[in-house]
């Protein structure tokens, strides 16, 4: 007997066929049966006519591991339709690495996922990924987080690594591959992780090359030269062997055609992107790469010193003038709680004057005072480049989302449904089905997901349910945490996790590794 037997609805079963109207069994998990199914018997039969039955998205780029472990804004994941996240982007982890390390990582990384809960223990990748069992509404999938290995091996110093300390990157690397990681993740405008050599980044990409993994890369130079950061990124992966993914890439026609050369010329190269024109990072992402020479104590300090200061703000001033143009573009994300949280949702010329007298003042006010926990969204407009980057045939979907603060960047909450909405119905930029497969199995064949992203027999009953003609995101720069709408059902490993609109709270997700996927 099936668990579930959902009728007449249109398969679009994510390999970027056209959709067919098919019935779809579950059972034990799995998808069981995909045809006419007239007569099986099941425990919950569903008329979906009119509705899309695809493969549960796959999300490659979003910062909710920490909301995924407290059981916050998974409701946003789900209402879009997403079933999996990896774990680790843009490197930002906590292990593997040393206790004496940890801290320093917490505290670098609280702007991004919090503080984690104090019954939260682990001193390996194999006990954090325990952390899951039992907690997690949707799958996550392991990586290598580059932030950690490094910080372990090396510290915080703006340094090359020596030979013995790239030996004991790649121990860690080793280490992070063997609990079933699917590659590891680098993010070069990250510290201690933008310290790193190329030569570094090579020999850790070689182990991950070992195992067929792949080396996913925020590049170097995202915010100034990202055509350098490119081709340092396909540099690492043609000397090493791996596959390559770089995270949220925007650019012109010629950037985009550095990867088509690669490609060509034989390196796996693929990379993501998420329909806004609008970035979101932490404030501190404006501080020249000098002022990064230490764990977060020593940035707060050096934040109080007028010397450091003034030596600072011409570059904190170039960066807006050349990144953000018009500061009334840059917003205010999320701030801790305190005399400036009033603050959130207004923009950065909103606090000059009541923080500081001048824009780099009220920067490293902010920092300092707020120990780096300052998260902005920096408005762009450009929509020749979105529309480059969501169209590209080697371009899949991640949302970046950022699940922090009362006005976080929408693309976590809306970015798969937009896709669908905005994307595929409004502007006719993509086709349903290859929107689809962008986010099910390209994805999935990328990280090694073997039973994942489709919609055939035998594969994991990863499955997602939407009307085409109501699927929409919700949420907006003014209201981020707007969840979607359309979606009327969602199975996470067979498990029913939205069912007929309603959210069911089931821990039904999975640690999915390499190994016993």
Known sequence: MLDWLLTSGTVVDGTGSPGARADVGLAGGRIAAVGSLTGRKARRTVDVAGSVVCPGFIDVHSHSEFSILRGEDVEARLRQGITTDLLAPDGFAYTPASPSRVADLLAYLEVFNGPPDDAWEWSDPEQYLALFDGRAAINVV??????????????????????????????????GMETGASGIQVGLDYFPAGHASTDELIAVARVVAEYGGVYSSHVRGIRGDVAAGVKEALEVGRKSGAAVHISHLFGSDELYQLLTDARDSGVDVTFDAYPYMAASSHLAFCLPRWFDDGPPDHLISKLGDPAVRAAAAPHIEEFFREYVPDPQNAYFS???????????????????GQVGPSLAEVVCTLLAECRLRVLMIYRWDDEAKLRRAMTHPLGMVGSDGLFRGTHPHPRGFGAHARVLAHLVRDRGWLELPDAIRRMTSMPADRYRLADRGVIRPGAAADVTVFDPHRIRDRATFENGRATAEGVSHVFVNGEAAIDSGRLSHTPAGRVLRVSDR
């Open 142 to 175: 392991p990586q290598v987080g580059f932030l950690a290995v490094r910080a372990d091996a090396v510290g915080w110093d703006p340094r090359p690594a020596d030979p013995a300390e790239i030996g004991r990157m790649q121990e860690l690397t080793r280490q």
């Open 334 to 352: 999320a701030l801790p709680a305190g005399p400036y949280e009033h603050l959130q949702g207004r923009s950065l010329t909103d606090a000059i």
